[in-house]
């Protein structure tokens, strides 16, 4: 397979193909992104043969900050009312052998009109796909994807477990809580899941522990912190959640959180201040350089354009800092499902 697709959050298209230009080049792939305005996801052309299928198969996929998810594809296959299987189940067989498949769209209203043609499709594509010996129980890690355009239209491709999202469509959809007090909750209970490894996450989320949220009311990213018995220092000057308060978990100082300065080391930074992303990549770098955090988990809040070279410029200057203070770290960043016009990173001192 010959080109990359990549699914992202509509209106990030540009910034999706711009990572992966740079991606690719760095293994030495070259080639040009087709991308439509809005139409969440790309794809990425390239002229040897086999490009797309080699190139995702040397990819960290959690490196990646824009992919929800990426698969390798060939050419769009068209396909006929009343012959859409066959036609596709065709060109299965060109393809390695999978253990499953999967038949998704682009988050987008316009895609989610395909919702009954996909329902209607599913039985018979993956009857077909038994029938016809393309699915294996052999062939572990390797999954198909109909990625359909349209009724007439669809991308079919392949993806392996090294460099994948393992859930449908790339989102990792949550159910907002009751007791929320605001739906940015759903933003920090995603990052937990994303970027703290499932074998240290007791560990990292202890009871006992002290975390600071700057920018904390009414107390969104706090709540995730209270639920797990972790004290909080919440830094804002507008009110926090009543219901938070009652715990005796949460010291609420209204301070600046550009100012505001911790009495000791604490377990866990938390920012999801609206503010020019260069200043708080500058913030965190400080808290990190100085000692007074061990873990940190913030959003930069991106401008309408240029948005890969703007989290591209406040991670060299996160790193610069860092370096330059002689801390050592290991850091993540993704454009979450929940996030909106902004990506959130998590940086940890080794």
Excluded at 222 to 246: C, H, R, W
Excluded at 310 to 327: F, N, S, W
């Amino acid at each position: 397979m010959k080109n990359v697709l990549v699914y992202c959050r509509q209106g990030f298209e540009k910034d999706c193909a711009a990572e992966l230009s740079e991606v690719a080049s760095s293994k030495g792939f070259y080639g040009y992104a087709k991308v439509v305005p809005d139409a969440g996801y790309i794809v990425y052309n390239f002229d040897q043969a086999d490009a797309g299928e080699t190139l995702i198969q040397q990819l960290n996929f959690n490196r990646l900050i824009f992919a929800r998810q990426i698969i390798a594809v060939n050419d769009v296959i068209e396909l006929e009312q009343g012959g859409r299987v066959e036609s596709l189940l065709e060109a299965a067989r060109e393809l390695p052998l999978a253990e499953e498949i999967w038949i998704e769209t682009a988050d987008t209203n316009e895609a989610k009109a395909l919702s009954g043609l996909i329902k209607k499709l599913e039985k018979p594509l993956r009857e077909g796909w038994k029938r016809s010996g393309v699915l294996r129980n052999k062939a572990v890690g390797v999954r198909h994807h109909v990625f359909m355009l349209d009724g007439g239209a669809a991308y079919l491709g392949v993806s392996y477990s090294s460099c994948r999202s393992e859930f449908p469509m790339g989102i990792r959809r949550l159910r907002f809580p009751a007791a929320g007090p605001s739906r940015s909750t759903l933003k920090l209970e995603e990052a937990f899941l994303q970027f703290v490894p499932e074998s240290t996450l007791e560990a990292d989320l202890t009871e006992g522990m002290t975390a600071v949220d700057l920018g904390a009311a009414p107390g969104g990213w706090t709540y995730q912190f209270v639920k797990k018995g972790i004290n909080v220092i919440a830094i804002d000057n507008g009110p926090m959640q009543k219901e938070l308060m009652s715990t005796g978990l949460v010291d609420h100082e209204k301070a600046d959180g550009f100012k505001y300065e911790p009495p000791y080391t604490v377990d866990w930074l938390v920012c999801d201040m609206v503010e020019r992303p260069i200043k708080v990549a500058e913030l965190m770098a400080r808290w990190l350089a100085s000692g007074w955090t061990r873990r940190a988990i913030f959003n930069l809040k991106l401008p309408m354009k240029k948005r890969y070279q703007e989290v591209t410029l406040c991670l060299q200057t996160i790193e610069d800092l860092l370096r330059k203070a002689g801390v050592s770290y290991q850091y993540q960043v993704k454009h979450l499902y929940h996030d909106r016009e902004e990506v959130t990173v998590c940086i940890m001192v080794k």
